[in-house]
């Protein structure tokens, strides 16, 4: 049904927006963000689809019957020298599956609307999934405040496009949806290593992020014995230690500080404070998992005489998807040969926001080799074929 060799042609065309050779760097908000947009919307309206862009950035191309639309997409933005696939295999494939249908001369009883989504790698203003958080309201107040390192907030970045400035003006009701289906890179090795195309996912793990301030006493080396410190960076690998063993209690968590800081960092003073990352992931029961964590900061700083403080930066539930769309993307891979398990995404999507606003999601994994998030990253033709033709047949079913 899906054709090929456009969707292969597609591939590098949009990578060559902000890329070279393999490696693509097209910042969320950029001008190579829009430049991408700009080329996804000439497809779409080339098959007569009403493609707009909201005061969010996201691009929508609309197409097809009356009543509540099928929401099919991904995002346009990549991490800087990321890949080819993060995002836009998702974006490209809707457009294949959409192409397919309207070849097919399939009434659409429903509307279908594709979507790029702005900004979800948040790579450069810090605000991760902010196109899709900003259409189903659930974008922190005061957002578009926040700045790159250049000074640029995004409300100047929204403002170079031509919007007001204000990306809560994007907000639309769950209720126009009946459905949002999003294809997306494992950014794993799971369905590379059990040899399997195509995955369904079946939950997003819930994701915490915070930045912890350990605040002791600097003193001298040589001049403090043992039991008058208040050492903050002993304090903070206590607590190290604690993530890694409340993550490995759990069976499904993950547990992990990539940064940490000490000051004033001499090796020969005491450090008297220590600032670090915390990054809490689990597929069930974020809440008790965070409790537990922030338990033991609170224990370690009181056993060693030493403060404690958290700010919190992200907090996003565990997201489970929808077990009928489940179901419809189980029978659509079916279709195209692929007997796809079910597994849960450890990293954050788009889908998320829709999922948690009330509309019926799901989300189709495709096979990639390379890692993600680089240029290696790689899902083959065959795999994102297979990936655009089930799409394609799932839409049929949610249309029709
Ligand atoms: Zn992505």
């Known amino acids: 049904m899906i054709d090929r060799g456009r969707l292969e042609r597609r591939i590098g065309e949009l990578a060559r927006i902000g890329g070279s050779g393999t490696s693509v760097s097209r910042l969320g908000l950029s001008a190579e963000e829009q430049q991408a947009r700009d ?27 009356v009543g509540a639309a099928v929401l099919v997409g991904s995002h346009a933005d990549s991490v800087p020298d990321g890949g080819r696939f993060d995002g836009a295999l998702g974006v490209l494939c809707a457009v294949e599956a959409v192409e397919a249908l309207l070849d097919a001369k399939m009434s659409l009883r429903r509307p279908i609307e594709v979507v790029a989504w702005a900004d979800e790698e948040g790579a450069r203003f810090g605000v991760g999934l902010f196109g899709s958080a900003a259409v189903f309201g659930r974008l922190p107040a005061g957002i578009a405040d926040r700045r790159d390192r250049a000074g640029v907030s995004i409300a100047d970045a929204l403002r170079a496009f031509g ?22 890179i ?3 090795p799971r369905l590379e290593k059990a040899g399997i195309a195509l995955g369904v996912v079946d939950a997003i793990v819930g994701i915490y992020h915070a ?12 001049a403090t014995v043992m039991t008058a410190r208040a050492d903050a960076l002993a304090a903070a690998s206590e607590i190290v230690l604690a993530v890694e063993r409340l993550a490995r209690s759990r069976p499904d968590a993950v547990g992990t500080v990539g940064e940490i800081a000490v000051r004033p960092g001499a090796k020969n ?13 689990t597929s069930r029961d974020l809440d008790p998992f965070i409790h537990d964590v922030l338990a033991a900061v609170e224990r370690v700083a009181h056993e060693r005489h030493v403060q404690a403080s958290i700010d919190e930066l992200a907090h996003v539930p565990v997201t489970t998807l929808d077990p009928k769309i489940r179901e419809v993307l189980r029978r659509a891979a079916k279709t195209v040969g692929v007997d796809a398990p079910e597994m849960t995404s ?14 019926p999601t799901g989300m189709l994994f495709v096979r990639s080799t390379g890692g993600s998030h680089k240029p290696s990253e790689l899902a083959s033709l065959d795999d994102a074929a297979l990936g655009a033709e089930a799409l394609a047949v799932a839409l049929r079913e949610l249309v029709s």
């Open 186 to 188: 494992e950014q794993g």
């Open 39 to 65: 080329l996804i919307g000439g497809w779409l309206a080339a098959r007569g689809a009403v493609v707009r862009r909201d005061a969010a950035a996201n691009l929508f191309g609309r197409t097809g019957g």
């Open 211 to 222: 930045r912890v301030t350990i605040r002791g006493q600097a003193d001298h080396a040589g």
């Open 269 to 281: 003073v005491v450090p008297g404070e220590c600032v670090f990352s915390l990054d809490l992931r």
């Open 163 to 184: 919007e007001r400035g204000d990306p809560a003006l994007a907000r639309r009701g769950a209720k126009e949806f009946a459905s949002y289906l999003e294809l997306h």
């Open 346 to 359: 450890g990293a954050g999507h788009d889908a998320q926001n829709p999922a948690l606003a009330g509309v």
